[in-house]
């Protein structure tokens, strides 16, 4: 256990409303990833964060973006929530370089209705 | 297009036989793979990894097995169990020297009694 948390672990909210979602480490894990999964497709990456204040996108990044601005937190924002992003979420950490295993936090189940 | 490619969505074995989950991928820049194992309701957590320089690594029932002329890697369980029940996604990183991991999209597996 990486010691990561999201939060909040389910969210309901409507179409066209701003939505964050956090993730807190307390591993100081350098490397910070936020994915969806959905039915069909798998982890997909959304953006990825390899230290404070660098991000970079991942291959379905259209509609989010992320801020880091301390180690141990990663932060996801829908800034206009469609139906097409209710998924669940998952972020993720890893120490980076040459070790790479990644540790996954509970998810968070986000449904725009 | 999608990277890494994990082409049977389901796989049913009994308990005590072998698993074999299979997984291709596409980008020989590829330097490191991993396997992961799902429950319901949970985050991924990891199972087990294989550097490119490797072509197996064993961790008790777990054997991962890679053949990079091929670009396959297949992850062997035996004996298999009722609990190893779950969705295993395979994922692989390094590309140009990033820690960005990319996965497929899942098998699921069940053991049956």
């Known amino acids: 256990d990486a010691g990561i948390t999201q939060s909040p672990r389910h969210k309901v909210t409507e179409t066209g409303t701003p939505v964050t979602l956090r993730c807190h480490q307390t591993?100081?894990?350098?490397?910070m990833y936020w994915y969806r999964q959905d039915p069909g497709h798998g982890l997909r990456l959304i953006h990825y964060?390899?230290?404070?204040?660098?991000?970079d996108k991942g291959e379905v990044s259209d509609g989010y973006s992320v801020s880091r601005s301390k180690t141990e937190d990663f932060l996801l924002t829908l800034e206009s929530a469609t139906s097409s992003q209710t998924s669940v979420y998952f972020c993720?950490?890893?120490?980076?370089?040459?070790?790479?295993?990644?540790?996954f936090g509970q998810g968070t189940r986000l449904t725009v209705v | 297009d999608q990277q890494v490619k994990q082409n049977s969505p389901s796989l049913s074995v009994q308990e005590g036989r072998i698993s074999i989950l299979n997984c291709d991928y596409t980008?020989?820049?590829?330097?490191?793979f991993l396997w992961y194992k799902k429950y319901p309701a949970e985050g991924p957590t990891f199972l087990i990894s294989?550097?490119?320089?490797?072509d197996k690594n064993e961790d008790g029932r777990f054997t991962v097995f890679l053949n990079k002329s091929a670009k396959h890697l297949s992850l062997h369980i035996v004996p298999s169990q009722p609990g190893d029940s779950a969705v295993y996604f395979c994922?692989?990183?390094?590309?140009?020297?990033?820690?960005?991991?990319?996965f497929g999209k899942g098998t699921k597996l069940t053991v049956n009694p």
């Open positions: 294989i550097s490119s320089i490797k």
């Open positions: 591993e100081n894990h350098r490397y």
């Open positions: 980008n020989s820049m590829f330097d490191y």
């Open positions: 993720a950490t890893s120490w980076g370089r040459e070790v790479t295993e990644a540790f």
């Open positions: 994922a692989a990183s390094g590309e140009g020297g990033s820690e960005k991991l990319v």
């Open positions: 964060s390899y230290g404070v204040k660098d991000t």
